[in-house]
């Protein structure tokens, strides 16, 4: 049964199954990849017991992320993020490790055991905040960049560790016998039965000179031997074999680095740095981005297949304790860290809870301190459960982080509003990129605006360019009474907020029946809302520029001029009288994709879409006949 093919169907039916669950709860890729583990491998025991084989395929996914992480830093943005490098992330490695090693004292262990814990859970896991980042879309937030900034800190910071560990412990390494049993032993004594490997034997200072020899090794290699090994490749104008040159640097770097004892994950982060420079960087990137993602996953998989529940039943309260300590004083670290740096509301808490887990490379580590006898097995076999099982928990930090994000307001300054002592014709509330364009517009022809806003920083943009407008949040009656409500001739309504924008134009009809309105819409189904609300002209955001995009792709397809710019007529006409047809059956209690009336009404209206842009098209060509 425990055929390579059998395990490879079992972990691909397993992903297929699971992830796709949990995402449609809400609960993330990471988690259901984790959860297919725990069901495949403690639950079912459908992987049997060695796991080790596919423990190797899976750390591939982590080196190819590491890679790609280093492709997209090129050493000038690193000089360039050095403050948050070293201030942010250098702060967290250092208070976190500082405080988890008094505790491992407080508990009873040795200082130079006590280092080696708190540096190995000082680190977080890359692997799965930066793929819950991406998939959550929070990376470009406030605290999704702040928690890059720490892990790329941190991914940087394990070569050091590792050179300094050795430190830690002397000459004392250990070894396995035969039974797989571990067996401790000085250095020489070990060397007289020829069982080390490089460097192996050599005394604490001898691998850290071994480690920053080869660090130096794979830099010099990347700098001078790249350009000229990818301009030997690009001469044979075969795309695979890119491909192939992009893999052979991944699995030779690591292949090197395990050959000395170290993390074949940085060695290839190291050679994404020095990489970044290349001319065939965005090659690279697309050829292993595949590979990539689907190794992640199989990384995950084992995270949670390899969970030993027969020894966290045996110890079970401890562990979870050991695992809630490390998240408690990680997250209170970083929390006061991303208060320090101006983190604010959601980002600072996004920050806290997604960062406060141990990481993949604490399983390095430990496995490290082991080899070189900075801590018993024991002790390892304990931590490695710890670390285990705080990334399990991750996924639901990022839950609790959802949850506490959707009762916080966005976190805006608490400015006072200004006086307004300016009445105008029109009346534009929001001047972000979609008001600044109307407001431009109607003042150039000669029209008196008065534009309000709630965000100082663009009103303060806005004054620079000459044009005023006033702080306050357009939804109060009070401001925008001020601003002349009473006697305008047209209110723009043109917020970002959905929520607001459907507010404003709710209470602006309702104040002034007789006021004209045009409101700016997120997207179809805000349009029939503000259509409800009694807007008078509903400009959908993206719909006239996508419109004009496929204006262009027609007159570059064959169409003329003239031509496009019918069937772009035609295409405007009938989606405003299919708005309105459609605006009769939307129900606002219901999603369209679940209304059967919404759903057979848009069918009809695509097949009269059909109809009359082809009729329109028979009629230019008869006109040219």
Known sequence: METILFQASVYLAAAVIAVPIAARLGLGSVLGYLAAG??????????????????????????????????????????????????????????????????AIAMGKPWNEALAIGLALSLSSTAIVLQTLSEKGLMQTGGGRASFSVLLTQDIAVIPILAFLPLLAGNAIVRFADDGS??????????????????????????????????????LAGIYLTRPLFRFIHSANLREMYTALALLIVVGISFLMVLVG????????????????SEFRHE???????????LLGLFFITVGAGFNFNAFFADMGDLIGLALLVILVKGILLY???????????????????????????????AFSLQQGVMPVELSEKLL????????????????????????????????????????????????????????????????????????????????????????????????????????RVLVVAMDDK???????????????????????????????????????????????????????????????????????????????SIRQLADVWDPRVSPSENAAYITRSKELEKDLESALLTRAAENEAKKA
């Open 336 to 366: 006061l860290i991303g208060r320090a740096f101006k983190l604010h509301g959601r980002d600072r808490w996004l920050f806290t809870l997604g960062l406060a887990q141990a990481g993949e490379f604490g399983f390095v580590l430990v």
């Open 182 to 219: 571990i067996v401790r032993g000085a250095a020489n004594e070990m060397a007289e039965h020829g069982e080390l490997s490089l460097v192996e034997g050599l005394p604490g200072w001898g691998v850290t000179l071994v480690t920053i020899g080869v660090v130096g090794l794979i830099v």
């Open 38 to 103: 725990i069901i495949i491998g403690p639950v079912l025991g459908l992987i049997g017991t060695n796991i080790e084989g596919l423990n190797h395929f899976a750390e591939v996914g982590i080196i190819m992320m590491l890679f790609l992480i280093g492709l997209e830093l090129e050493p000038r943005a690193l000089w360039d993020m050095r403050h948050r490098l070293v201030g942010m992330g250098g702060l967290q490695i250092a208070l976190s490790t500082l405080a988890l090693m008094l505790a």
């Open 499 to 577: 929520v607001a924008v459907t507010k404003l134009v709710t209470f602006a009809r309702r104040q002034r029946p007789d006021l004209h309105i045009v409101a700016r819409a997120h997207d179809r189904n805000h349009v029939f809302e503000l259509y409800a609300a009694g807007a008078d002209d509903i400009v959908r955001e993206m719909f006239d520029s996508s419109l004009r995009a496929g204006r262009y792709v027609l007159e570059n397809v064959g169409l003329s001029e003239f031509e496009a710019a019918e069937a772009e007529s035609t295409f405007y006409a009938h989606d405003r009288h």
């Open 262 to 277: 170290l993390s074949p994950a940085l060695g290839a982060f190291l050679a994404g740095v020095v990489l970044a420079n």
């Open 284 to 294: 690279l990137e697309s050829d292993l981005q595949p590979f990539k993602g689907l």
């Open 385 to 488: 459960l710890v670390i285990a099982l705080s990334m399990l928990i991750t996924p639901l930090l990022f839950i609790l982080y959802e949850f506490i994000s959707r009762r916080m307001s966005s976190p805006k300054k608490n400015y006072e509003a200004d006086t307004i002592d300016e009445q105008g014709t029109v009346i534009i509330a929001g001047i972000g990129r979609f008001g600044q364009i109307v407001n431009r517009l109607v003042r150039a022809s000669g029209f008196k605006t008065v534009v309000l806003d709630s965000d100082m920083q663009t009103i303060q943009l806005m004054r620079r360019f000459g044009v005023k407008g006033f702080l306050g949040d357009p939804t109060r009656p009070e401001l925008l009474k001020a601003a002349g409500l009473v006697d305008a």
